[in-house]
């Protein structure tokens, strides 16, 4: 009889937490021209009702986007994570972060999911756009975060000019002159486009290019 009810108890547990929560993963390995090996590894994650207590009876979602690439270092891969939290998509809050294969958090970044949907205005066919429209627009903009395009090499062209809202001169110029160097681009708002790449002299990630209007 304990038995029974053990298992009754287990089963409805896994049942609960199936209602709850749902996981999909993506994992796939690509080889660029140089025999570079990248892995993507792409969670999304979508929590249904958080538990009710006096202080939380909303619904919170959950999203993570991440994915390997060669960034710091040319021989082991950096893991790029973006996680989207908060009570639904259009109010939430995306954390990115680069951490090192030794477990460094190298870039550290707080983006709010306005800053993920504003260039829609640019893709608008019609003069306001409905919820759905907008949740699936930051939904593809998190699944696209990371995309391959998104990383070039050199980090720095040729023909780049430096600017003092980068910071420090010498370790850009250091950039530059890498022709291995890697960059990782991406969109935040309408036009602010960020480019940032790896400095070994100053052991960080630095802004090196901007791009958008």
């Known amino acids: 009889m304990k038995k029974i009810l053990v298992y009754c108890a287990v089963a409805a547990f896994s049942f609960s937490c199936s209602e709850n929560k749902r996981l999909e993963m993506k994992d796939t390995t690509r080889t660029d021209k140089n025999g570079n090996t990248t892995s993507e590894k792409t969670t999304n994650i979508t929590t249904g009702s958080a538990p009710k207590t006096a202080e939380n009876t909303a619904s919170r979602i959950s999203f993570t986007n991440m994915r390997t690439h060669i960034f710091s270092d040319p021989a082991k891969p950096d893991t790029f994570r973006i996680v989207m939290q908060g009570s639904d998509i259009l109010n939430g809050k995306a954390h990115f ?117």
């Open 97 to 213: 972060t680069i951490t090192t294969a030794q477990g460094k958090v190298i870039h550290n970044e707080i983006i709010p999911a306005p800053d993920l949907e504003a260039s829609m205005v640019y893709e608008l066919e019609t003069p306001t756009a409905t919820k759905k429209q907008r949740e699936d627009f930051i939904k593809n903009r998190f699944s696209q975060f990371f995309h391959e395009e998104q990383f070039t090499t050199p980090a720095i062209a040729p023909n780049d000019v430096y600017d003092p809202t980068f910071g420090d001169e010498t370790a850009w110029n250091a950039i530059k002159k890498d022709p291995k160097s890697i960059s990782f681009s991406y969109l935040l708002g309408k036009e602010n486009g960020k480019r940032i790449a790896y400095s070994k002299l100053k052991k960080k990630v630095m802004l090196v290019g901007n791009f958008g209007g």
